[in-house]
T-cell receptor
Framework: DSGVTQTPKHLITATGQRVTLRCSPR?????VYWYQQSLDQGLQFLIQ???????AKGNILERFSAQQFPDLHSELNLSSLELGDSALYFC????????????FGPGTRLTVT | ELKVEQNPLFLSMQEGKNYTIYCNYS?????LYWYRQDPGKSLESLFVLLSNGAVKQEGRLMASLDTKARLSTLHITAAVHDLSATYFC???????????FGSGTKLNVKP
């Protein structure tokens, strides 16, 4: 158990809908990263937040957005969902004193039908 | 376009044997990460290599980085079945905390 939690574990929704994925980092970790893993695209880095501020942006679609709240949990919002958005979404957090280490959550499996 | 290429993509080996997984990348980067993923599970961070010539070892796994050759290797010594997993490398060029992943190497160690 990495100490990073993600909810929900599974999500099934229809095309055109909007969903929110939630991530709670390990206690004390300020950084949160979001990743997408799909059969088509492989593993892709989406976005990173540090203490509430966006730090780095990867291949995140405009239909997707994220934020990190004052309690450091983060949410990834996916809207106007398409079939191709079906994937595993992972978040990870990094400790302050070891910023290159990442601890991954169990992931949310999103299925868009 | 930045490319991160791993080879082989699939590796089946016998217990007790040695093997190396290669990770080539197409642009300058002095940060290289290795991860492990068990089937149906999340990712686990294995190694972070932060400079040219960096070498890190944990158990039967040893990772190294040659930034001039844009190459990292993950060497497996005397493989055991528990090492069966998919291994990913990732680079963070420009040190912007933006990660680019390889396709993964699926390792199967046969007893």
């Amino acid at each position: 158990d990495s100490g990073v939690t993600q909810t929900p574990k599974h999500l099934i929704t229809a095309t055109g809908q909007r969903v929110t994925l939630r991530c709670s980092p390990r206690s004390g970790d300020l950084s949160v990263y979001w990743y997408q893993q799909s059969l088509d695209q492989g593993l892709q880095f989406l976005i990173q937040y540090y203490n509430g501020e966006e730090r780095a942006k990867g291949n995140i679609l405009e239909r997707f957005s994220a934020q990190q709240f004052p309690d450091l949990h983060s949410e990834l919002n996916l809207s106007s969902l398409e079939l191709g958005d079906s994937a595993l979404y992972f978040c990870a957090s990094s400790p302050r004193d070891s910023p290159y280490e990442q601890y991954f959550g169990p992931g949310t499996r999103l299925t868009v039908t | 376009e930045l490319k991160v290429e791993q080879n082989p993509l699939f590796l089946s080996m016998q217990e007790g044997k040695n093997y190396t997984i290669y990770c080539n990348y197409s642009t300058t980067s002095d940060r290289l990460y290795w991860y492990r993923q068990d089937p149906g599970k999340s990712l686990e961070s294995l190694f972070v290599l932060l400079s040219n010539g960096a070498v890190k070892q944990e158990g039967r796994l040893m990772a190294s980085l040659d930034t001039k050759a844009r190459l990292s290797t993950l060497h497996i010594t005397a493989a055991v079945h528990d090492l069966s997993a998919t291994y990913f490398c990732a680079v963070d060029p420009y040190n912007f905390n933006k990660f680019y992943f390889g396709s993964g190497t699926k390792l199967n160690v046969k007893p």
